[in-house]
């Protein structure tokens, strides 16, 4: 076999892992769950969930990956043969189907905004003109599918040619350009009269609003929002050569994100109650609420067509890893079998996603315990698949690698100290296990 693809520049895995967490998740997600869980008590238990559980788990996935030099799911074959192990990269391959499935839901939606933006049709409307218009659009099933389907098909396309050569380069300016752009909106938005309330919202906890639910939602969102128990991130660190630092690229990864959510959350809040609008609005949340936002700064049209394409760009890095971990595991690193499996799979996802995309119209009534199929879809990743996810890789790494190995993995390219090794062992080994299962038995009622 061929040497294995690694990624053309030592920036390149960071992007790509970078691109892979940053995407809906913290910019659409997060304001709408928060939004539903009360603020700033969710916030806060969201960032304690990420250093304690996200943070740890994101560098186990690393090891993982770099140890065993292979895909998702032979990578836990090599270091556990013999053993049943490799059904936790089999798991991550079924939680990035359904994921992806409805998360080409919402790239459709930025897909068929970006449209209206730059045909005109979204200027100099009032903000309650903006929610109607986009719910109009995604209760349309031909508009629905068709913007679903052109997301996916972006993201086959890229996958199809191979390890997103090309795309890191890209990521190198859109990544930062993003940013910028928030920082923009920020400001902006905490300008607005009556901003304080939206902050006040965000950041101040108020924990009578904190039910097992909540705490549950948090987990997830912090799962969710660093790409952790789905293994894709076994399969980006296993093309890392071994100079690279993994603490150090694990903690810019954590920090960006938390960033951007804090970012996300600034932008989103403060507009929320300056233009009287309901903060737990749900999925569509970001979508009414942000072209008001644009609207009121100098050239919003044209800031708000620029951030949809950096958002397109962030949530196609995201959705580019989701179908990567599967077809990487099918192809086994055959360019001919890529390019087949990609399509192949990747048109199965727009399929089993057509339900979803329709939950926002026509099968809107459809719900199973209060929840659309959409809800249904995002719920069983976010709180069942990627909490179970995790919790096995937290099991695996423990039980399955050496310390001694793991130690040298982690200390090649970044001279990691012992004292920090030792905790991230600690809480891998107990801390999260643990919380994870205590969390989810803890919203069963059993605890
Ligand atoms: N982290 C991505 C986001 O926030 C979603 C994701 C989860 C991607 C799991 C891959 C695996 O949008």
């Known amino acids: 076999m061929s040497q294995r693809e690694q990624w053309s520049s030592k920036i390149g895995f960071i992007l790509a892992a970078a691109g892979s967490a940053i995407g809906l998740g913290a910019i659409w997600k997060f304001p709408y769950i928060a939004g539903q869980n009360g603020g700033g008590a969710f916030f806060l238990i969201f960032i304690l969930f990420t250093l304690l559980l996200g943070l740890p788990l994101l560098l186990a996935e690393f090891s993982i990956g770099r140890t065993a030099q292979s895909n998702a799911v032979d990578s836990y074959r090599k270091i556990a043969p013999g053993t049943r192990w490799h059904w936790v990269g089999i798991l991550g391959m079924i939680t990035s189907f359904i994921l992806l499935s409805f998360y080409s839901v919402i790239g459709g939606w930025i897909v068929v905004y970006l449209f209206k933006a730059i045909t005109g049709q979204l200027n100099n409307l009032s903000s309650d003109q903006y929610a109607e218009v986009f719910g109009a659009t995604i209760s349309n099933p031909v508009t629905s599918v068709f913007v679903q389907f052109l997301f996916i098909l972006m993201t086959i396309i890229v996958v199809a040619k191979g390890v997103q050569k090309g795309i890191e380069l890209a990521s190198k300016i859109m990544m930062p350009a993003l940013f910028i752009l928030f920082i923009l909106l920020v400001v902006r938005a905490v300008t607005l009269d009556n901003a304080m309330d939206g902050i006040t919202f965000l950041l101040q906890p108020d924990f009578s609003k904190v039910t097992s639910q909540t705490i549950l939602e948090a987990m997830g969102q912090s799962f969710f ?199 991230w062992f600690f809480l891998i080994r107990f801390v999260a296990p643990l919380l994870i299962l205590a969390v989810m038995l803890d919203v069963l009622g059993v605890i």
């Open 225 to 423: 929002t660093l790409s952790v128990g789905v293994s894709v991130m076994v399969t980006y660190s296993s093309y890392l050569p071994k100079t690279q630092s993994l603490p150090r690229s694990a903690i810019s990864i954590v920090a960006m994100n938390i960033f951007i959510v804090l970012l996300a959350g600034l932008a989103i809040f403060p507009a929320v109650f300056a233009f009287d609008l309901e903060p737990g609005a749900g999925p569509v949340l970001l979508f009414n609420v942000l072209p008001t936002v644009f609207s009121q700064l100098p050239f919003g049209m044209f800031f708000f067509i620029a951030f949809l394409i950096l958002f397109l760009f962030a949530a196609l890095t995201s959705a580019f890893s989701m179908l990567e971990i599967i077809v990487s595991v099918i192809s086994k690193g055959e360019p001919e079998k890529r390019r087949k499996w990609s399509w192949i799979i990747g048109l199965a996802i727009f399929v089993f996603g057509i339900p979803s995309a329709l939950s926002f119209g026509i099968l809107g009534d459809i719900t199973l315990f209060d929840k659309t199929i959409f809800d249904l879809a995002d719920f069983a990743v976010s709180n069942v698949l990627l909490p179970i996810g995790s919790l096995l890789i937290s099991l695996f790494v423990p039980m399955k690698m050496k310390k001694t190995a793991l130690y040298e993995e982690l200390k090649q390219g970044s001279g990691l100290k012992r004292g920090l090794f030792e905790t």
